[in-house]
Structure formats: C-alpha cells, structure tokens
C-alpha cells in the first residue's frame, strides 16, 4: 500500500507539472489524479475490468454527447470572448 501510494504522488507530481507547463487551464491536473487514484482500487475478476471499462465509456460517451450539444452556446457571450482574449497565448 505503501509503494502504491508513492507511486500515486509520483504520478500525480508529473501531471501537474505537465499540466501547469501545459496550460490546460481549468480543472487542471485534478482530473488526472482522480483517474490515478481511481486506478489503484482492486480488481477481483476480469469482468470487473469489462463492467468498468464498459461504465466509464457509457459516461466518456454521454459527457461528449453533452458538451457537443452545447457547443452552440459556446465563445457568442461577451464574457466568454473576453475571457479567451484575455488569456496568454501558449507558447510554441
């Protein structure tokens, strides 16, 4: 348990640092360390890992489908454009 949990903070020190470097903007590395620390959980049978596997494409899937519907209403606001003029351009 002890490695586990080395091997998470190791991992999770590299993420973000790449995601700062990166400037990914928000939520950052938190997204990362939930599916690290989410990956150090047991598994009893190979078809956990399909139940799993299966669970976290269904909810890949509908968030997709929910940030494609509403792609639409995206960067029109005057709030929204500021906010994306105001940010640094990334470095090349």
Not at 14 to 40: C, D, E, W
Not at 66 to 88: C, I, L, N, S, Y
Request: hydrophobic content about 55%; aromatic content about 10%.
């Amino acid at each position: 348990m002890v490695g586990q949990l080395a091997i998470l903070a190791l991992v999770c020190g590299i993420l973000f640092y790449i995601v700062n470097v990166a400037n990914f903007g928000p939520p950052g590395a938190l997204i990362f360390i939930f599916a690290a620390s989410v990956s150090m959980g047991q598994v009893d049978d190979f078809s956990s890992v399909i139940e799993r596997s299966a669970a976290t494409a269904l909810a890949a899937g509908l968030a997709w489908l929910v940030v494609m519907t509403t792609e639409v209403f995206r960067h029109d606001t005057p709030v929204a454009q500021d906010w994306f003029k105001g940010r640094p351009a990334r470095p090349a």
